[in-house]
């Protein structure tokens, strides 16, 4: 074995102090490097929101129809809807004060055959199921058909109706259509 | 005339490194700087909610002549993150060089890349949120671009 002394020791010392620079000053090729960096600011707000559904989501309005057969009087007749039956409700929100959310369904417009004969909704009850209670139609057009006090914050409901048309009155044969729309509102 | 050639070589040196400087102020411009997005709930679009109003757009230009290397990635990573709002409701479209992405908490998310070729890229980031709002509110987020350069 021979071991590096003198000149020979200077000389190795030089060689591995160049190559020391050399490691050190040659970039490294195969990595990626940051060469800038902004910073920005997005701020997100999360805006008071009331979203009420009831039947389809969407812009469809469900179409409920009563098929009636036998004589007034012979009981009543459960609907039949386009869309999912019971018909589901469901009220969802973000809110920034306590109070009460009310419901109401204007029914004031009766059902109309085209010629003149009417039927009005008060012949119309319906079965609610979760949130939403049992109920008529009264033909007024603020009819509150459910409440619920709520609190600050998210905001939450579900429910469903099935439809029941008393099927008690004696009317002109036909077709008779009409519309009722629901209305939630929160403090 | 030592004196003279000192002058005259400290001046290039000043100009070397003001030339420098300016060179890396003007790799990579965002503007604006502050923008404002609101939190779209999952049902809003299914109510006939449209993003128009709820959505803000970030420009970007980037100048390939002052890069060194082959290719450039802009990255995306959130430096500080509201208590309450997972920042992964924050969302961005973008066009060619830049691409679609949802932001990360923990993680840079590719925002766009594009060959280091000596020609400008101007490009922009259509920023959005959607996602379970937490409560009303606002809260907002320091995202950082970070330009990046690959040999």
């Given amino acids: 074995m021979k071991f590096l002394g003198g000149k020979g020791f200077f000389k190795a010392g030089l060689l591995f102090f160049s190559l020391g620079i050399l490691v050190l000053v040659r970039p490294s090729p195969g990595f990626a490097r940051d060469v800038a960096s902004r910073t920005i600011t997005i701020t997100v707000s999360a805006p008071v929101f009331l979203v009420l559904t009831v039947g389809s989501p969407g812009a469809i309005v469900d179409l409920v129809t009563f098929r009636v057969s036998g004589i007034p009087g012979s009981g009543p007749v459960r609907g039949e809807s386009t869309g999912a039956y019971p018909v589901p409700i469901q009220a969802r929100g973000l809110l920034t004060s306590a109070g009460t959310a009310t419901l109401t369904a204007d029914s004031s417009q009766p059902l109309k055959d085209g010629f003149g004969h009417t039927i009005p909704f008060n012949q119309i009850s319906w079965q609610g199921g979760g949130a939403m209670p049992s109920g008529r139609f009264s033909g007024a057009s603020k009819q509150i058909v459910w409440q619920q006090s709520t609190s600050t914050g998210k905001f939450s409901v579900q429910g469903s109706m099935a439809f029941f048309y008393d099927h008690a009155l004696y009317v002109a044969a036909g077709t008779y259509q009409g519309r009722v729309t629901y209305t939630l509102s929160v403090p | ?151």
């Fill in chain 2, 1 to 151: 005339m030592k004196i003279r050639k000192l002058w005259g070589g400290g001046l290039i040196l000043l100009l070397l490194c003001g030339l420098g400087g300016a060179g890396a102020g003007d790799l990579m411009q965002v503007w604006p700087l502050q923008i404002e997005i609101a939190l779209l709930p999952p049902e809003a679009s299914q109510a006939g909610l449209t993003w128009g109003t709820l959505q803000s757009k970030v420009n970007i230009n980037l100048d390939t002549r002052l890069m060194r290397g082959h290719t450039w990635r802009l990255w995306l990573i959130p430096r500080s993150r509201p208590a309450r709002l997972p920042v992964q409701v924050i969302r961005w479209e973008g066009r060619t060089p830049m691409v679609n992405g949802t932001a990360s908490p923990d993680q840079r998310v590719l925002a766009g890349q594009g060959p280091i070729d000596g020609r400008p890229v101007s490009a922009s980031l259509v920023f959005w949120a959607q996602g379970d709002p937490p409560s009303a509110g606002t809260f907002p987020v320091h995202f950082d671009f970070i330009l990046e350069t690959l040999p």
